[in-house]
């Protein structure tokens, strides 16, 4: 378990590195965002849709390369 973890966490890194200078900025512009969306109770169902997407474009950058 702890093995496949670490073996995504390495896909998940390489896939960060593939990400341009601006869509690295746009993520965690949106990742602020959310974060301050979060801790004033805030988060709209678009914004955790936006959030989820995020996260499912990582893995599968990071399962492509």
């Given amino acids: 378990s702890s093995d ?13 590195s593939q990400l341009s200078d ?3 900025a746009n993520v965690a512009q949106r990742s602020r ?3 301050a ?5 805030g988060l709209s ?3 955790i849709i936006v959030i989820v997407l995020i996260v499912i474009l990582i ?3 990071a399962l492509v390369f």
Avoid at 37 to 41: I, K, L, N, Q, R
């Fill in 22 to 24: 601006d869509d690295l």
């Fill in 37 to 41: 969306d979060f801790a004033a109770g």
């Fill in 4 to 16: 496949v973890c670490s073996s995504d966490l390495s896909k998940v890194d390489q896939a960060i």
């Fill in 45 to 47: 169902q678009t914004l």
């Fill in 59 to 61: 893995v599968v950058l």
């Fill in 33 to 35: 965002q959310a974060e």
